[in-house]
T-cell receptor, first 111, second 112 residues
Framework: EDQVTQSPEALRLQEGESSSLNCSYTVSGLRGLFWYRQDPGKGPEFLFTLYSAGEEKEKERLKATLTKKESFLHITAPKPEDSATYLCAVQAGGSQGNLIFGKGTKLSVKP | DSGVTQTPKHLITATGQRVTLRCSPRSGDLSVYWYQQSLDQGLQFLIQYYNGEERAKGNILERFSAQQFPDLHSELNLSSLELGDSALYFC???????????FGSGTRLTVV
């Protein structure tokens, strides 16, 4: 069964304290791995798509990496405005395009 | 603005009632996906339509149904509502590429 597990469930950081979020996945034929940011009461906002092991993508203070079993979202010198829930999702090769989501990591960055 | 429009933003209704949620996809996108997000389950795929036809079904209850119209907007119908149906319902649209998967801002449904 295709599934996505994110850890930790919640993470509290001080401003400037770098850390990483983990996304472990089991999927039959990975077509793509997605990272989204979600603010309370809002829709998920697209951050990255990764396709193959070894791939890395960066956007401002965020960097996403992918291996054959997991993905990491590295946050460098976070700011309070980075506080949000970060969602990981996979699209299986045999699917019609629907995504399988993890439950997310709620990040809080204190000034 | 993501380009995906969902209405209404909030809906409060009683158990046993029926509601309709509406989604207008981003211009040019032919695929529409519906997801349910509850506190303990995270985002769960419900159903997908492509150019008016049903393409895939996920964990959608028999009390729920959807359709996509010729102008590509989609509606999700929820009937015989129960307290447990209270959740955020999101619509996403896609152009078929792995970059073009965009979510709307959701409809918060509260069943009392």
């Amino acid at each position: 069964e295709d599934q996505v597990t994110q850890s930790p469930e919640a993470l509290r950081l001080q401003e400037g304290e770098s850390s990483s979020l983990n996304c472990s996945y089991t999927v039959s034929g990975l077509r793509g791995l997605f990272w989204y940011r979600q603010d309370p009461g809002k829709g998920p906002e697209f951050l990255f798509t990764l396709y193959s092991a070894g791939e890395e993508k960066e956007k401002e203070r965020l960097k996403a990496t992918l291996t054959k079993k997991e993905s990491f979202l590295h946050i460098t010198a976070p700011k309070p405005e980075d506080s949000a829930t970060y969602l990981c999702a996979v699209q299986a090769g045999g699917s019609q395009g629907n995504l399988i989501f993890g439950k997310g990591t709620k990040l809080s960055v204190k000034p | 603005d993501s380009g995906v429009t969902q209405t209404p933003k909030h809906l409060i209704t009683a158990t046993g009632q029926r509601v309709t949620l509406r989604c207008s996809p981003r211009s040019g996108d032919l695929s529409v996906y519906w997801y349910q997000q509850s506190l303990d389950q995270g985002l769960q795929f419900l159903i997908q339509y492509y150019n008016g036809e049903e393409r895939a079904k996920g964990n959608i209850l028999e009390r729920f149904s959807a359709q996509q119209f010729p102008d590509l907007h989609s509606e999700l119908n929820l009937s015989s509502l129960e307290l447990g149906d209270s959740a955020l319902y999101f619509c996403a649209s896609s152009d078929g590429s792995l970059y073009g998967y965009t979510f709307g801002s959701g409809t918060r449904l509260t069943v009392v």
